[in-house]
């Protein structure tokens, strides 16, 4: 079987060479990286590759990966379409440009979303390297979430195929729809994990300010961050205490609105994606 033609924008920037870096080599893909900066293509010579105009590039490929910023990404796309032969695939690395409706679009191409999960917490990493691969597609396995936009349902297989090539080692694959995947992210992983997370280091920094040690706070955060986790999310048998519990409630009633679950209604997704990629704050 002949290989696929692969033509990466941005395939200098950060996770333009996360992607480099597994396809370059992949049996069954030919990788054209197109980079316009110049320090982009510096990234790409130490990779050994050179990069290859859009328009030499774009109209040979089978698969058109946009691995760009979300405030550009609308724009990029309506001048990379058009280049498209009939039949190819554009994909994107995440949602938010499909979902607030500015990805180009043609009747004879496929649109394809996908996004990593990211190694999980209470994973079975034996591997140091892999133990320290936090993002994914280096060393630890991860899942992967993927949803055909539009295109023929044949066209599905294929966009998992390079996905899964892309974000290796991929241990499964999720086919959910974009919607789906906006309401996984931004919706749930960021605007409400990402956020808890940074109020949990700013609680670790005013320990330090009120006079706890750095190194004492530090290593009870780390435990304290573990062992709630693994109680919600059943990785352990054992409930928190009765006293956990009471000021858990009088946590959340300090920290959190009571309406704070309206982040993950239809309008309120589709307000944070388009904040997203007109790179301004939601609302």
């Not at 979902?99 to 191409?109: K, Q, S």
């Amino acid at each position: 079987m002949s290989k696929k033609i692969v033509a990466l924008l941005g395939a200098g920037g950060k996770m333009g060479c996360r992607i480099v870096d597994n396809l370059k080599n992949h049996p069954d893909y030919d990788l054209l990286p197109i980079e316009p900066s110049e320090a982009g293509a510096g990234r790409l010579a130490e990779r050994g590759l050179t990069p290859v105009p859009a328009a030499e590039a774009v109209p040979k490929a089978d698969y058109v990966i946009l691995a760009l910023p979300d405030t550009i990404l609308g724009r990029v796309s309506h001048d990379t379409a058009p280049l498209m032969k009939p039949g190819a695939m554009m994909l994107t690395l995440d949602p938010a440009a499909a979902h607030a409706g500015v990805l180009a679009d043609r009747p004879d191409i496929s649109r394809f979303v996908t996004h990593p999960c990211h190694p999980p917490l209470f994973g079975d990493e034996t591997d140091p390297e892999a133990r320290r691969d936090f993002f994914g597609g280096v060393k630890a396995k991860q899942a992967i979430v993927c949803a055909l936009m539009s295109g023929p349902d044949e066209a599905y297989g294929g966009g998992e195929a390079l996905a899964t090539a892309m974000y290796a080692p991929v241990t499964r694959s999720h086919r959910i729809t974009v919607e789906q995947m906006a309401i996984l992210e931004p919706a749930m992983a960021e605007t409400v994990t990402a956020c808890c997370c940074t109020i949990i280091r700013e609680a670790m920094d005013l320990a330090i300010a009120k006079g706890v040690p750095p190194e004492a706070a530090k290593d009870f955060m780390m435990g304290h961050v573990n062992i709630p986790l693994a109680i919600v999310f059943g990785e352990v048998g054992s409930p928190f205490s009765d006293g956990a519990k009471l000021i858990i409630e009088h946590g959340r009633k300090m920290l959190f609105k009571e309406d704070w679950q309206r982040v993950f209604e239809p309008e309120s997704v589709r307000e944070q994606v388009e904040a997203i990629v007109q790179g301004k704050p939601a609302g």
